[in-house]
């Protein structure tokens, strides 16, 4: 019998910092080139060479603005921002690839299911069944000032309608039957209409009367991608999710996360295969040991904690500029906000009893994920024994310098992946979703 295969996806983001602050300052990365679609058209390139699944692109709808009351700190230092549309940058993505997926994040609470489901409907044409979307719920006022909105619905709320959006945006991509179009030039038959439907969906949240005007696409649907990790969030991914990004600190609270979903996920009628599990890791490579600890210091340095604490302001939703650095982590009260992120970070204070400062510090670093630092072979080693321990079914690969980290991790560590049996040496399939399942 053949080995389980691991999954890879990489992480992207358009803007000057991805998932490690003050990169852009780095000699050798891309981030300046931040405007430019030839940098995406790359990163595309090189992680099809890699093999990898997919690639999805992170996205706000604001810029980041809970540190001391503005957006002062985070444009200065070059933090996260989002600064271009990603469905458009997919599509010049798709024109230079032929196997790997392609992803974009989509609010359910900004988005109308409507524009949705049109959006992935085409992109799931332009890119021949390629296509993805992260779903997330948003988190922060200012993006729901930025679409005319007061402030966003309480969190629960957002979850219980973005089921809403997900079914409507289902039914939308059903509306056309398979066959509706019949390109008959003889019989002057461009499409059936009794194949193409109304779908009249009424909730409590969302209104959609439909039919889509996009035909029915190669999947039929993008693949639903998706990263909550409250429990609301996890029993959202327990029903649409097919892809569920993470970030855990150890290995336990890793296997325990995996067991929790898969069980949630055969409670909502799937197979356990249909829903991935990759937790999200930073990875910083060397020929040897001692060069790839160098190397994560020489990166780390640019890390600043200020930008870093903004940063998990933002995530929190919680201004800490008026916080001591000193203040234990495990003293903040939150009730809105990215909650299950802090959770995650809390894992890590049971473990390091961390500060506010050195959580910044370390939020700057690499986001609170494990950041593996070691020679392609350390990374392999660590990447199989997690995924043969029952953590995960693969990884996100959250790169601390564009494009160099995906440059050395396909062509080191993947080609290591690859002898052990454990990652496809080429693409078995056409569309994302195969890809993902087998
Ligand atoms: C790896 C990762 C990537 C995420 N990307 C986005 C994103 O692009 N946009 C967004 O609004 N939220 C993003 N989130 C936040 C999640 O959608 C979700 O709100 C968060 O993980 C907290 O889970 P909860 O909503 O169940 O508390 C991301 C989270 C993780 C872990």
């Given at each position: 019998m053949s080995k389980r295969q691991m999954h890879l996806v990489g992480y992207v983001l358009a803007g000057p910092t991805w998932h490690h602050y003050g990169i852009w300052r780095h000699p050798e990365s891309d981030g300046l080139d931040m405007l430019d679609p030839a940098r995406y058209e790359e990163i595309a390139r090189v992680l099809e060479h890699g093999k990898f699944d997919g690639l999805f692109f992170v996205d706000f709808l604001m810029?980041?603005?809970?540190?001391?009351?503005?957006?002062?700190?985070?444009?200065?230092?070059?933090?996260?921002?989002?600064?271009?549309?990603p469905m458009q940058l997919l599509a010049t993505m798709a024109r230079v690839t032929s196997n790997i997926g392609l992803a974009a994040t989509m609010s359910t609470s900004l988005y109308h299911p409507f524009h949705i489901a049109r959006s992935f409907?085409?992109?799931?044409?332009?890119?021949?069944?390629?296509?993805?979307?992260?779903?997330v719920t948003s988190a922060m006022d200012r993006e729901a000032k930025n679409f005319g909105m007061d402030a966003l619905l309480?969190?629960?709320?957002?979850?219980?309608?973005?089921?809403?959006?997900?079914?409507?945006?289902?039914?939308?991509?059903?509306?056309?039957?398979?066959?509706?179009?019949?390109?008959?030039?003889?019989?002057?038959?461009?499409?059936?209409?009794?194949?193409?439907?109304?779908?009249?969906?009424?909730?409590?949240?969302?209104?959609?009367?439909?039919?889509l005007t996009t035909p029915r696409s190669p999947q039929g649907s993008p693949v639903i991608m998706q990263a909550g990790s409250s429990p609301r969030g996890r029993e959202f991914a327990g029903r649409w999710a097919e892809v569920i990004f993470t970030l855990q600190n150890s290995k336990e609270h890793m296997q325990a996360f995996y067991?929790?979903?898969?069980?949630?996920?055969?409670?909502?009628?799937?197979?356990?295969?249909?829903?991935?599990?990759?937790?999200?890791?930073d990875v910083v490579l060397g020929d040897t040991e001692s060069i790839a600890k160098e190397r994560a210091e020489a990166i780390n340095s640019y890390a600043s904690p200020t930008?870093?604490?903004?940063?998990?302001?933002?995530?929190?939703?919680?201004?800490?500029?008026?916080?001591?650095?000193?203040?234990?982590?495990?003293?903040?009260?939150?009730?809105?906000?990215?909650?299950?992120?802090?959770?995650?970070?809390?894992?890590?204070v049971e473990k390091d009893g961390l500060t506010l400062g050195q959580a910044g510090k370390a939020w700057a670093t690499s986001q609170m994920t494990p950041q593996l630092v070691g020679t392609p072979t350390m990374i392999a080693d660590y990447l199989q024994d997690y995924f043969e321990a029952e953590c995960c079914d693969g990884f996100m690969i959250c790169p601390s310098m564009s494009p160099g980290t995906y440059v050395q991790f396909v062509k080191t560590v993947v080609p290591e992946l690859q002898r052990r049996g454990i990652f496809r040496k080429e693409y078995k399939y056409a569309t994302f979703r195969e890809n993902l399942q087998n």
């Open positions: 810029l980041f603005d809970s540190y001391a009351g503005g957006y002062r700190t985070n444009l200065k230092e070059g933090g996260q921002q989002c600064m271009m549309d409907a085409s992109l799931d044409h332009i890119t021949k069944g390629r296509a993805g979307w992260n779903v309480e969190k629960n709320l957002r979850y219980d309608m973005a089921d809403e959006v997900v079914e409507a945006c289902t039914k939308l991509w059903h509306s056309w039957e398979p066959d509706a179009v019949v390109g008959d030039r003889e019989n002057n038959i461009f499409a059936d209409a009794d194949k193409v439907h109304y779908v009249n969906y009424e909730g409590k949240y969302v209104r959609t009367s439909g039919p067991r929790d979903i898969k069980d949630r996920v055969v409670a909502s009628g799937r197979r356990p295969n249909e829903c991935a599990i990759v937790p999200a890791v930008l870093g604490l903004a940063e998990i302001s933002n995530a929190l939703g919680v201004d800490m500029s008026n916080e001591p650095l000193d203040k234990p982590l495990a003293e903040l009260e939150l009730t809105q906000g990215c909650r299950g992120i802090l959770d995650v970070m809390l894992q890590g």
